[in-house]
């Protein structure tokens, strides 16, 4: 495999965490082209670049996984993201991260998935959520596989009736509520993936400097693998070289359905988990 050097590795980190996690065709054109590989490899060689944004104060051990788009040809960075004295179940892996950069910034198609270990079931399972997950190409240190060949036999949305998929896009809403929050925050809302639920939810961080820090939830046919808007949010966070702690933090809003509301109380643990107080404005969709 490639060994890209320090200086490069530092020049890209901060390209990369300065898009928020995404690496547009632009720049994996230009490095193909530089080092004459194909885009596999390239994405496998990006890897160890993609586990430094790992936060993982729990277990040490940094994960770094890649998606990639044939189709749109730009890839998305993700690593795990750990919280502590919070729940271990609350942990965001790598792969799940990989994978909310991509739905977060428009992506509506995953090719491959380059990961720096094999994934584990959790992750198997959340990747089995994503639209023609069966097609996905997992690109591992020592081996290229499938999600089929992973997770033979699998439990799958549609084995709870459901026809839609992670990463589908839905209609626009053309009806917008009055509500405190911003179009930006209602637009995540309405691209919330909660097919299980019912509970659509999103998560608005806004900071003094950095900008703004938008989470979805994205449900999972099996569950516990679902993430919750505000770990969304804190993992796109960690992919632009930030923590709630190393920012100051102007307002942190959620924003759920009236009807099933679920994640106030995943909110506030994660919250708790940091030394900082923070604050979480609630508000509803009706
Ligand atoms: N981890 C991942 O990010 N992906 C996997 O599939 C394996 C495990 C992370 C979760 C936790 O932060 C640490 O590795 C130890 O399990
Ligand atoms: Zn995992």
Same mark, same amino acid.
């Given at each position: 495999?490639?060994?890209?050097?320090?200086?490069?590795?530092?020049?890209?980190?901060?390209?990369?965490?300065?898009?928020?996690?995404? $690496?547009?065709?632009?720049?994996?054109?230009?490095?193909?082209?530089?080092?004459?590989?194909?885009?596999?490899?390239?994405?496998?060689?990006?890897?160890?670049?993609?586990?430094?944004?790992?936060?993982?104060?729990?277990?040490?051990?940094?994960?770094?996984?890649?998606?990639?788009?044939?189709?749109?040809?730009?890839?998305?960075?993700?690593?795990?993201?750990?919280?502590?004295?919070?729940?271990?179940?609350?942990?965001?892996?790598?792969?799940?991260?990989?994978?909310?950069? *991509?739905?977060?910034? !428009?992506?509506?198609? $995953?090719?491959?998935?380059?990961?720096?270990?094999?994934?584990? !079931?959790?992750?198997?399972?959340?990747?089995?959520?994503?639209?023609?997950?069966?097609?996905?190409?997992?690109?591992?240190?020592?081996?290229?596989?499938?999600?089929?060949?992973?997770?033979?036999?699998?439990?799958?949305?549609?084995?709870?009736?459901?026809?839609?998929?992670?990463?589908?896009?839905?209609?626009?809403?053309?009806?917008?509520?009055?509500?405190?929050?911003?179009?930006?925050?209602?637009?995540?809302?309405?691209?919330?993936?909660?097919?299980?639920? !019912?509970?659509?939810?999103?998560?608005? $961080?806004?900071?003094?400097?950095?900008?703004?820090?938008?989470?979805?939830?994205?449900?999972?046919?099996?569950?516990?693998?679902?993430?919750?808007?505000?770990?969304?949010?804190?993992?796109?966070?960690?992919?632009?070289?930030?923590?709630?702690?190393? @920012?100051? @933090?102007?307002?942190?809003?959620?924003?759920?359905?009236?009807?099933?509301?679920?994640?106030?109380?995943? *909110?506030?643990?994660?919250?708790?988990?940091?030394?900082?107080?923070?604050?979480?404005?609630?508000?509803?969709?009706?």
């Amino acid at each position: 495999m490639l060994t890209i050097s320090k200086e490069l590795e530092q020049e890209l980190q901060q390209k990369i965490q300065s898009n928020s996690g995404v $690496i547009p065709k632009t720049l994996l054109d230009s490095l193909m082209a530089k080092f004459d590989i194909e885009i596999k490899q390239l994405l496998q060689s990006l890897l160890p670049i993609a586990a430094r944004f790992s936060i993982a104060p729990i277990s040490n051990f940094n994960v770094g996984a890649i998606a990639y788009s044939s189709d749109s040809e730009c890839a998305y960075i993700g690593s795990n993201l750990e919280f502590n004295h919070a729940a271990l179940c609350l942990v965001v892996h790598a792969e799940q991260s990989a994978i909310n950069t *991509a739905w977060l910034n !428009g992506e509506t198609h $995953i090719s491959h998935i380059a990961i720096t270990d094999a994934p584990c !079931g959790h992750c198997r399972q959340f990747i089995n959520e994503v639209k023609l997950s069966e097609q996905i190409e997992i690109l591992l240190p020592n081996t290229n596989t499938s999600l089929s060949e992973l997770l033979p036999h699998s439990f799958g949305p549609a084995d709870l009736g459901n026809e839609t998929r992670l990463l589908d896009v839905s209609a626009p809403k053309t009806t917008v509520p009055k509500l405190p929050i911003s179009s930006e925050l209602l637009k995540h809302y309405h691209a919330s993936y909660a097919p299980y639920s !019912g509970n659509k939810s999103a998560v608005e $961080i806004v900071t003094a400097q950095h900008g703004n820090f938008y989470g979805r939830c994205a449900e999972n046919v099996a569950y516990n693998p679902s993430l919750s808007p505000l770990q969304s949010a804190l993992s796109q966070m960690a992919l632009s070289g930030l923590s709630l702690d190393k @920012v100051e @933090v102007v307002e942190i809003t959620l924003v759920e359905t009236e009807q099933y509301k679920n994640q106030s109380g995943v *909110a506030d643990v994660v919250l708790e988990s940091f030394t900082g107080k923070y604050e979480i404005k609630k508000a509803y969709v009706s």
